[in-house]
């Protein structure tokens, strides 16, 4: 069976709408903020009304929002862990994900493929479930990518199957020039809506090179993560077969 799913960034108006579908179930991606005072994005599946209503109470209290979310045993995964769409990460972050969090988004298709690979490493490190989804913000990225469990009838036997492990990802990876194309969507479909946005066309030429300056910036926090918590050590400097002279290893030292 196939089943969908949509996760608004801290609403289910969106997802309210479809709720009535017999294929389709209500999530959200809840902004928390972290005990070192950065933020995370968590993935939350198969909400309620009245537990988007307290999800969105406790929010910005980690512990309190974990006890809830295992009370109510609804299934939550850490999103974008080698991103900084959310912003900084502080060290101690990761330990909150790996002691606390069943899931890790390991596929998402607009983060680059160094992320997903950085992040899969990670879940397998610690033995955690794997989540992949397109998060989409224009239509043709629409299930991009996506999580699967084979053989499940329903959406019980979904998230039965992804506890016990049986879940596996797949799909695209983001690139320059699908986060480029989407954009240029959302910025057709904003002055659809609203005309006087018109006025902001010229801009439009800025787009490529602001998507690129953010996938640059995307690869440098991933890698920076990556080294420290995989311990993934950047390509060498000097190739093997180069030797250095003593004193200028010193000086790297």
């Known amino acids: ?99 606390y969090f069943p899931a890790v988004e390991t596929h998402n298709s607009h983060m680059l493929e160094s992320a997903n690979q950085h992040a899969a490493r990670l879940a397998k490190r610690w033995n955690k479930i794997a989540i992949g989804g397109s998060d989409a913000h224009a239509l043709p990225s629409a299930g991009t990518a996506y999580t699967e469990v084979p053989s499940a009838r329903d959406k019980d036997e979904f998230f039965a199957g992804l506890r016990s492990g049986m879940g596996r990802v797949a799909g695209e990876s983001g690139c320059f020039q699908k986060l480029t194309r989407d954009v240029f969507l959302i910025a057709a479909e904003m002055m659809r809506e609203k005309s006087w946005t018109v006025l902001l066309s010229p801009l439009g030429v800025l787009i490529p090179a602001i998507t690129s300056l953010n996938y640059y910036q995307e690869k440098r926090f991933g890698r920076r993560w990556a080294e420290e918590i995989l311990g993934e050590s950047r390509a060498r400097k000097y190739p093997r077969w180069i030797s250095m002279p003593q004193a200028a290893a010193e000086e790297l030292i």
Not at 30 to 36: A, E, G, I, K, L
Not at 39 to 56: K, M
Not at 58 to 87: A, K, Q, W
């Open 1 to 99: 069976m196939t089943l969908f799913t949509l996760t608004d960034h801290d609403s289910i108006e969106g997802a309210e709408k479809l709720r009535h579908h017999a294929d389709f179930f209500v999530s959200e991606e809840v902004t928390c903020r972290m005990p070192s005072g950065t933020e995370a994005h968590i993935g939350v599946y198969d909400v309620s009304e009245r537990q988007h209503t307290q999800l969105l109470r406790r929010r910005n209290d980690l512990v309190s929002l974990l006890m809830y979310l295992s009370e109510r045993r609804l299934f939550f995964s850490i999103n974008h862990v080698f991103s900084s769409v959310t912003g900084k990460r502080e060290a101690e972050d990761f330990e909150w994900f790996r002691t």
